[in-house]
């Protein structure tokens, strides 16, 4: 399916931090706002992640994919994990989460990374990453959080 007309996909860039966060906070995440520009900052520019946004001809964000990819010794190479994959609510259902998701991991294939992961909760989720190849480990994700940082 081609994207909608005037929508196009780029790198992130540090300029892009109101629409990057406005569309976090649709999966439920927040950051705080004196933390966004020197997190974003240091994520746009880290060789290991890649944060791909769907823009519309006013260039604002209407969706985004984030990818993390490094060696891992669990598989033997390079493993990738998508951390954020989201699309607004009223551009959803018109192409643009499939181009993201299939850019992704494209450039997983051309890092020669051995799989992809993601945690994907809602039932709904879980039924669109099925149709695109991604299986179920049973596994649920578990979080540390370093209570020692602001």
């Not at 081609?2 to 790198?11: A, T, W």
């Not at 999966?27 to 997190?39: N, P």
């Not at 998701?101 to 709904?124: H, P």
């Not at 099925?130 to 596994?139: E, I, M, V």
Request: charge should be positive.
């Amino acid at each position: 399916m081609p994207l909608p007309d005037g929508i196009k996909v780029r790198q992130a860039r540090r300029g892009d931090r109101d629409s990057i966060y406005r569309l976090l906070g649709e999966l439920g995440i927040a950051i705080a706002v004196s933390e966004q520009s020197s997190a974003l900052s240091w994520i746009v520019s880290h060789p290991e992640i890649e944060v791909l946004l769907a823009v519309d001809p006013l260039d604002r964000g209407v969706g985004l994919v984030a990818l993390a990819h490094r060696p891992t010794l669990e598989v033997g190479g390079r493993a990738a994990y998508i951390d954020s994959l989201v699309v607004t609510e009223p551009m959803r259902r018109r192409g643009i989460g499939s181009e993201l998701l299939e850019r992704a991991l494209a450039r997983a294939r051309m890092l020669g990374c051995k799989q992809v992961e993601l945690c994907a909760s809602l039932g709904t989720a879980r039924d669109y990453l099925g149709r695109r190849g991604f299986k179920s480990t049973g596994l649920e994700r578990m979080v540390w959080t370093n209570s020692g940082t602001r």
